[in-house]
């Protein structure tokens, strides 16, 4: 059963969702093959950490605020925004994503304010998607209205159950009447752009109370429906009353079923399935998710936020994996002091890339065409990669997997079953990798004079 962060990517990723930019170095530069004015082009994603409480199954980097800190964000937001802009040299913003945390306790000026500090440094497309994170409580929906005035042009609302109980259970601060009300107000401002995230695995869910409740989501949604199962994760709350007994959640089985019964549920009701757990009616997909998925350039603002980029405000040449700092008064220290608060920068290596493009385009129900790959990799193509190798060839037989003129992708069934066959696709990509380095090497073992990354 496919998660929507699975364990494969996971392991690939490190933490978080990041993704990447569009040239390698090495490789590409030897070659001459990228497409260096993609470099031009980023996404931009802006993390507030704060909540008003921690769900009893969150783990991601969130803080209860005990004071009024808006002023504080709002300058370090800008003026992170503002350096990272500087050092990636990127001339056209092409989306925004405010995310947490709970995005929507911040003030709208703050959020005017970073939209100001985006377009002193880059372009931003009057067309240009800006998605901000809801929580569907009373507060969250009177701003909704000066979300937009600040430059919000869609929603996405974390409603995760449309049951009472069960969102107690998940320590949310909202009621499903309210996240209705929610939905039909974001609607109201912002026809066909407003995202609903739910979540299904829940304790004491059965597959008949997820039918049910799916039927309720689709009399309230928009046109995106983006699907969680529920994973438990070590230090929460939720972990420990499992652990102990006092909750049960579904089986693997059930939840399995539980996903396959959303996949055709939305499907008859309009919704295709662009990727493992996203799905959109009249094309309104997530450009900004799909930057992620089809490795484009992102820079990532605020506590914890991860960004892929290329430095050429530094004269770089390589994508960088960057990681801010976690502690938001940590991070809030560091950008004033210079400018921006990295914690970690990681050159990425070839082989590193090209995992990261396998294991995120294999979420798309496209997947990976031959075009996309070859930017990355023009020397081995997918069918060098994976046209020999034993697994795939089961896979392609029995219908999981299609490699064809488009490219490599999973099949209806076989993208339920992506997190059991990534681990054998990855050790394919690096055991094809090192066969071809060492093909490259001279007979006296010298290595061919190449342009490597720095």
């Given at each position: ?6 364990r494969?990517a996971r ?5 978080g969702?990041?993704?990447?930019s569009?040239?390698s170095g ?14 031009e082009?980023?996404s931009?994603y802006v993390?507030?950490?704060?909540c008003?409480?921690?769900?009893s199954?969150c783990?991601f ?12 964000m709002?300058?370090?937001?800008q003026?992170?925004?503002e350096?990272?802009l ?8 092409t989306?925004v994503?405010f ?6 306790l911040a003030?709208?000026s703050?959020?005017?304010a ?5 377009t ?6 009057d067309?240009?998607e800006?998605?901000l994170?809801v929580?569907?409580t009373p507060v969250g929906m ?5 979300f937009c005035r ?7 609302i ?9 969102l107690k259970i998940l320590?949310?601060?909202h ?6 009300q ?6 109201r401002?912002c ?9 299904f695995?829940r304790p ?6 997820w039918?049910n409740?799916l039927?309720e989501?689709l009399?309230?949604?928009?046109d995106?429906?983006?699907l ?5 994760e070590?230090?929460t709350?939720?972990?420990?009353q499992?652990?102990g007994g006092e909750?049960?959640v579904?089986a693997?089985?059930?939840?399995a ?7 055709r ?6 919704f295709q ?6 799905f959109a009616r ?5 450009h900004h998710?799909?930057s992620y998925w089809k490795?484009?350039q ?10 892929r980029?290329?430095?050429?405000g530094e004269?770089?040449v390589?994508r960088?994996a960057?990681t801010?700092t976690?502690e938001?008064d940590?991070?809030a220290?560091?950008v004033?002091?210079?400018g ?5 920068r990681i050159q990425?290596?070839?082989?590193e ?7 995120m385009?294999m ?7 031959h075009?996309h ?6 020397r081995?193509g997918?069918r060098?990669v994976?046209g020999?190798?034993?697994?795939v060839q089961?896979?392609l037989?029995s ?9 490599l992708r999973?099949s209806?069934?076989?993208l339920?079953l992506?997190d059991s ?7 394919e990509?690096q055991?094809q990798?090192?066969?071809r380095?060492?093909r490259d090497?001279h ?5 061919k004079?190449t342009?490597?990354?720095?």
């Amino acid at each position: 059963m496919i998660k929507h962060t699975s364990r494969a990517a996971r392991r690939a990723l490190s933490a978080g969702l990041r993704c990447f930019s569009d040239i390698s170095g090495g490789e590409l530069m030897e070659e001459g093959t990228a497409a260096a004015h993609l470099t031009e082009q980023a996404s931009l994603y802006v993390h507030w950490p704060y909540c008003l409480r921690r769900c009893s199954y969150c783990n991601f980097n969130k803080y209860i605020s005990r004071e009024n800190n808006d002023h504080i964000m709002r300058e370090c937001l800008q003026r992170e925004t503002e350096t990272l802009l500087q050092l990636s040299q990127v001339s056209c913003i092409t989306s925004v994503f405010f995310g947490g945390g709970t995005p929507s306790l911040a003030h709208p000026s703050t959020i005017d304010a970073v939209l100001e500090s985006v377009t002193r440094q880059a372009n931003l497309s009057d067309k240009a998607e800006v998605t901000l994170e809801v929580n569907p409580t009373p507060v969250g929906m009177t701003k909704l209205e000066d979300f937009c005035r600040a430059g919000v042009n869609r929603f996405s609302i974390g409603v995760q159950s449309l049951q009472d109980e069960d969102l107690k259970i998940l320590g949310r601060d909202h009621s499903s009447h309210q996240a209705s009300q929610t939905i039909e107000e974001a609607r109201r401002l912002c026809p066909g752009r407003v995202s609903v995230d739910v979540m299904f695995g829940r304790p004491k869910q059965s597959v008949e109370s997820w039918e049910n409740e799916l039927s309720e989501l689709l009399r309230v949604c928009d046109d995106h429906v983006s699907l969680y199962q529920l994973t438990l994760e070590r230090g929460t709350q939720l972990f420990k009353q499992v652990l102990g007994g006092e909750v049960t959640v579904p089986a693997e089985d059930v939840t399995a079923e539980m996903y396959q019964c959303a996949r055709r549920t939305l499907h008859q009701h309009g919704f295709q399935q662009y990727e493992v757990s996203n799905f959109a009616r009249h094309n309104a997909v997530s450009h900004h998710n799909m930057s992620y998925w089809k490795g484009r350039q992102y820079i990532g603002v605020g506590p914890g936020a991860h960004g892929r980029f290329v430095l050429l405000g530094e004269g770089g040449v390589v994508r960088e994996a960057r990681t801010q700092t976690l502690e938001p008064d940590v991070w809030a220290r560091e950008v004033r002091q210079r400018g921006h608060g990295t914690r970690r920068r990681i050159q990425l290596g070839h082989l590193e890339l090209l995992e990261e493009v396998l294991v995120m385009g294999m979420r798309m129900t496209e997947g990976i065409n031959h075009k996309h790959w070859e930017s990355f990799s023009p020397r081995l193509g997918l069918r060098e990669v994976f046209g020999t190798s034993t697994d795939v060839q089961e896979w392609l037989q029995s219908g999981r997997l299609i490699l064809d003129d488009r490219g490599l992708r999973c099949s209806w069934d076989g993208l339920a079953l992506l997190d059991s066959m990534l681990p054998a696709l990855l050790l394919e990509l690096q055991r094809q990798i090192s066969q071809r380095l060492q093909r490259d090497h001279h007979p006296d073992g010298q290595a061919k004079k190449t342009c490597s990354p720095r």
